[in-house]
């Protein structure tokens, strides 16, 4: 069974020198056995090339028994253009789209895929979820980590330190999270995020990405003053 494994630049130079001196159909044919190919992290290339170089693998790869897995993130990935001829794959039709990432869209879902992973965690130190986090706190902890296991895991370290800092109450016992453990130390996750923003966005696409960002920022940070506002004004019950 043979695995190739190309770098995305290497991958996207082949491309565009036509694969010429480099692996054509009749190479792979030779090939004594199985084969799978992985491209990773294929966003990095430009998207208005994206459907072209998977055209190209596909013409190279087809008919022969080597299977092609491509890694990327699903809205910055252009697989197929509409066209006489069509350009690319064509999800569904030629190749099957497994999505790998947990998003808030199904909450419930995500969450259990969440509190699994840190359920594994706490095991080895005889903790359970509910003597660890509130019930308010691990809502908070999957909404504030966009469903992403890596952020969720460091945002529930930092929110347990907040909380074994503290004196205990009746509302805010000492070493359990709760909600606003998470909001408190949610923001200087913030910064990172933007930094990572930077690195993983095209040059084309960081500027307005950031806009949007700061956009959604300050609409939901003016829906909640705007809240506490109404709130404040309501008149108290007789």
């Given at each position: 069974?043979?695995?190739?494994f ?30 799978l ?11 208005a090339?994206q ?5 190209y ?5 087809k008919?022969?028994d080597?299977?092609?897995?491509i890694?990327?993130?699903?809205h ?30 199904d ?8 509190e ?11 903790v ?12 908070r902890?999957?909404l ?6 890596r952020?969720?895991?460091?945002l ?7 909380a074994?800092?503290?004196d ?5 016992p000492?070493?359990?999270i709760?909600?606003?453990d ?9 910064d990172?995020?933007e930094?990572?923003?930077k ?40």
């Amino acid at each position: 069974f043979f695995f190739f494994f190309f770098k995305q630049k290497t991958a996207y130079e082949i491309y565009q020198c036509d694969w010429s001196s480099d692996v054509c159909s009749s190479d792979l044919a030779r090939l004594n056995g199985p084969a799978l190919f992985v491209l990773d992290d294929f966003y990095f290339i430009p998207r208005a090339e994206q459907a072209a170089v998977l055209g190209y693998l596909h013409q190279i790869l087809k008919g022969l028994d080597i299977w092609m897995k491509i890694g990327g993130v699903e809205h910055r990935l252009e697989t197929f253009v509409e066209g006489d001829p069509p350009v690319g794959l064509q999800p569904y039709h030629d190749a099957g789209l497994i999505r790998l990432d947990a998003t808030l869209r199904d909450f419930n879902h995500t969450r259990n895929f969440l509190e699994g992973i840190l359920g594994q965690v706490l095991n080895e130190t005889g903790v359970t979820i509910e003597t660890a986090i509130t019930e308010t706190g691990r809502e908070r902890l999957v909404l504030a980590s966009g469903g992403v296991p890596r952020d969720y895991l460091a945002l529930t370290g930092a929110a347990l330190q907040r909380a074994s800092k503290r004196d205990g109450a009746p509302n805010r016992p000492h070493n359990k999270i709760n909600a606003e453990d998470v909001s408190e130390v949610a923001p200087a996750f913030l910064d990172q995020k933007e930094q990572d923003l930077k690195l993983d966005a095209s040059v084309d696409d960081v500027d307005r990405l950031r806009e949007r960002f700061n956009d959604v920022v300050d609409r939901k940070s003016t829906r909640l003053n705007s809240s506490h506002t109404d709130i404040s004004r309501m008149p108290s019950s007789a």
